[in-house]
């Protein structure tokens, strides 16, 4: 079955820094998310990748998949107290149905 | 704008007990998902629906059951509540269709069994 590593596991880093987390499938990604989690709340969708080679931005985030489309980064920029959270990359298992299956969640805490 | 709301944020129940957890979201989806979170282990699927009635097994279905009555409604059902279940409950919810197809949360029901 499909994994997702995602690394570090936890991230602590001054606030206006730049910082990435990655996540990597021992199998072909077909489509890759990317969440962010509140502490104890739900998650919040940030983009989703599909092609080899494709990047999306939002605001100070940016999200690439590789060209052989079995990592994905997502790197933020001049980082901020709002970034914080829990970061969380899912997969499409392509069984159909949208199921997805996530990498542990990378913990992020920005410094002021 | 898209909902997906959940009965309880916090729950405490005693082993043994039937626990009910509700999820439901206004976007006239057809899936349905329930995950639980563990530290360390991220999110894993437990059950899921694609059409009402209608249910599949996730990775981890073990203790729980759940029902699909009505589109909107999607419930995960604690048979008799053990403290190996106590985590953090979160149910999703995304559009059936040909495309990749993103899946929304709600806010999570954090379950405490003791």
């Known amino acids: ?112 | 704008d898209v909902k997906v709301t959940q009965s309880s944020r916090y729950l405490v129940k005693r082993t043994g007990e039937k626990v009910f957890l509700e999820c439901v979201q206004d976007m006239d989806h057809e899936n349905m998902f329930w995950y639980r979170q563990d530290p360390g282990l991220g999110l894993r699927l437990i059950y899921f629906s694609y059409d009402v009635k209608m249910k599949e097994k996730g990775d981890i279905p073990e203790g729980y059951s759940v029902s699909r009555e009505k589109k909107e409604r999607f419930s995960l059902i604690l048979e008799s509540a053990s403290t190996n279940q106590t985590s953090m409950y979160l149910c999703a919810s995304s559009l059936l269709s040909f495309l990749r197809e993103t899946q929304y949360f709600g806010p999570g029901t954090r379950l405490l069994v003791l």
């Open chain 1, 1 to 112: 079955s499909q994994e997702l590593e995602q690394s570090p596991q936890s991230l602590i880093v001054q606030e206006g820094k730049n910082l990435t987390i990655n996540c990597t499938s021992s199998k072909t990604l077909y489509g890759l998310y990317w969440y962010k989690q509140k502490y104890g709340e739900g998650l919040i969708f940030l983009m989703m990748l599909q092609k080899g080679g494709e990047e999306k931005s939002h605001e100070k985030i940016t999200a690439k998949l590789d060209e052989k489309k079995q990592q994905s980064s997502l790197h933020i920029t001049a980082s901020q107290p709002s970034h914080a959270g829990i970061y969380l990359c899912g997969a499409d298992r392509g069984q159909g149905a949208q199921k997805l299956v996530f990498g542990q969640g990378t913990r992020l805490t920005i410094n002021p």
